[in-house]
């Protein structure tokens, strides 16, 4: 097959969402209705044997929350899906803002009781300032929550775009009766489900059929009559609007019961866009090109225990991917043909012979790749994009048994490589310092030293509340504010100097002193694109 003909059959997302709001069983029942898996770990059991197929990480089995984006492949109506489940909470909003960058597409997840939460907002925001265009999915119908006409308004003014209901509940929590699927005009009837997909659903067709108002009585009269306002005010579904983030598909239903996740797996495959073209520094660069590119959105250490490795998770740009074909890493201009790579479902690995623009492969690497590489066959490219935000919270970071001082530095390294933290080094030679937007960070952080890196790290509060990444288009400027403020300076990962202010006004004060200093509040990783010029 072409190509062109296989760029076409791709469809890369994400899920997002606030906490709980039932994300990461959505991801569970996607991925059984495509057929990938036959039985759905119970994220609601994490005392039993099973847990989501996509928290595979010790503390996300302990917790029941997700703390890693976790990467799925799959096919469905010869469709290759790429799946990405993110983070709810929001100390971990990096993480979850770099995979955006990553996808095409995103499916936003609504708890039917509490509506538009605060973490939800955050991460519109992100996909409405990269356009990335958004399917929004209702979750819970089958509990007592809010009306559904409610949630409608709260999703519009908040988000401020207009939706487009391509279902409809009829009824919620002990009356729920299922939902009437607007695009195919039929209502599919609500049996709870279980962890397999059982017998084919018993479907009603035809809004006017008296059967629905006979069986259903008048919890189906309410429902139509709420259908006929929505679609009265509502816009037709118009592609192009929703491909530049200007509407929202809405899809409601109870992802724990199998129900309403069929219609959203459609929907991926028929509203969702194949590869579009990414930015370079250099150029737009085309999915359909013949050449090979492709950028590290994520690194994530330690997926497998046993082998201790480090996976670069790779988004292919353009062009096709084929096994020991031979990669330039355009950040250090060095070429390697990687012999071992992979796609994901979740703990499980495959071996990739070959895979195309839109797909996510993963590089097993011991620190040669690094957030944010450009790979290719040899042109130099840099693409652009992926975010590293100025930490608001600060720890400081020493071994319990200093004979464990190697265990520390090799898990801070490789720990900081992935984002999961930020780990700066004084120029004054004290102790390392760990950056954070989210306490929870710290405690994942030595909770993994702890069990991956077999070290105990004894973190104690900083003084510092602010940081700015610190360039200048005259170096011996630059030597001359390093000179003059090396107390309040570190490197940080990968050696960008970062000045570190005990509280806002010390920022201010020294952009007020050093006028030809820029202080920045965001960075790309990969050539340290600096952005927020000025204080920020």
Request: charged share 25%.
């Amino acid at each position: 097959m072409s190509i062109e003909k296989e760029v076409a059959r791709r469809r890369t997302f994400a899920i997002i969402s606030h906490p709980d709001a039932g994300k990461t069983t959505l991801t569970e029942k996607l991925l059984l209705f495509a057929g990938a898996i036959h039985i759905a770990g119970s994220v609601k059991s994490r005392k039993a044997s099973r847990y989501a197929t996509s928290d595979w990480m010790e503390i996300e089995k302990q917790r029941g929350i997700s703390v890693a984006s976790s990467v799925m492949q799959m096919e469905y109506r010869d469709c290759v899906i790429n799946l990405l489940d993110t983070p709810g909470h929001r100390d971990f909003s990096e993480d979850t803002y770099r995979v955006l960058t990553a996808v095409d597409a995103a499916l936003m997840v609504i708890d039917a009781a509490n509506g538009i939460e605060p973490q939800t907002l955050r991460l519109l925001q992100v996909c409405r300032a990269q356009q990335t265009p958004v399917i929004t999915f209702i979750n819970k119908m089958d509990r007592e929550v809010r009306e559904p006409t409610d949630l409608v308004d709260e999703i519009e003014r908040t988000l401020g775009m207009p939706i487009v209901p391509c279902t409809w509940p009829v009824g919620m929590g002990k009356q729920f009766k299922g939902v009437f699927d607007l695009r195919h005009d039929q209502m599919r009837v609500f049996i709870p489900g279980e962890d397999r997909v059982g017998a084919a659903d018993e479907i009603i067709s035809g809004i006017d059929n008296p059967e629905c108002e006979s069986r259903f009585g008048e919890v189906f009269a309410h429902a139509r009559q709420e259908i006929d306002l929505v679609q009265g005010v509502s816009p037709g579904f118009d592609r192009e609007a929703f491909l530049a983030g200007q509407q929202t598909p809405l899809f409601f239903g109870s992802a724990i019961n199998n129900f309403g996740v069929q219609e959203v797996l459609d929907a991926v495959v028929d509203f969702a866009s194949p590869p579009g073209p990414h930015q370079a520094l250099q150029r737009a660069v085309i999915p359909q090109e013949e050449k090979f590119s492709g950028v590290v959105f994520k690194i994530q250490a330690n997926m497998d225990p046993g082998h201790r490795d480090r996976v670069a998770f790779i988004r292919i740009c353009a062009g096709r991917f084929e096994r020991s074909m031979r990669l330039k890493n355009c950040r250090t201009h060095k070429f390697f043909r990687p012999s071992s790579v992979v796609s994901f479902l979740s703990q499980r690995r495959e071996q990739v012979e070959d895979a195309y623009a839109g797909d996510i492969i993963g590089i097993p690497n011991h620190g040669v790749l690094q957030l944010g590489d450009t790979l290719t066959e040899g042109e130099d490219l840099q693409f652009t994009g992926l975010p590293f935000f100025a930490p608001e919270l600060f720890q400081t970071v020493e071994v319990a048994d200093p004979l464990r001082s190697k265990q520390l530095r090799t898990g801070l390294a490789q720990l900081g490589e992935e984002g999961a933290i930020q780990v700066f080094k004084p120029l004054g030679h004290g102790m390392l310092l760990l950056g954070a937007v989210g306490q929870l960070q710290f405690e994942v952080v030595a909770h993994r030293l702890k069990h991956e890196y077999g070290c105990e790290a004894r973190l104690a509060s900083a003084r510092y509340v602010a940081a700015r990444w610190v360039t200048a288009e005259d170096p011996k400027e630059l030597q001359r504010f390093q000179d003059a403020n090396a107390h309040r300076l570190a490197e940080d990962a990968v050696g960008a100097l970062t000045f570190l202010a005990a509280n806002a006004i010390e920022i201010d004060v020294a952009a007020e002193q050093w006028p030809k200093i820029k202080f920045h509040a965001l960075r790309e990783h990969a050539g340290l694109i600096f952005h927020a010029h000025g204080v920020s």
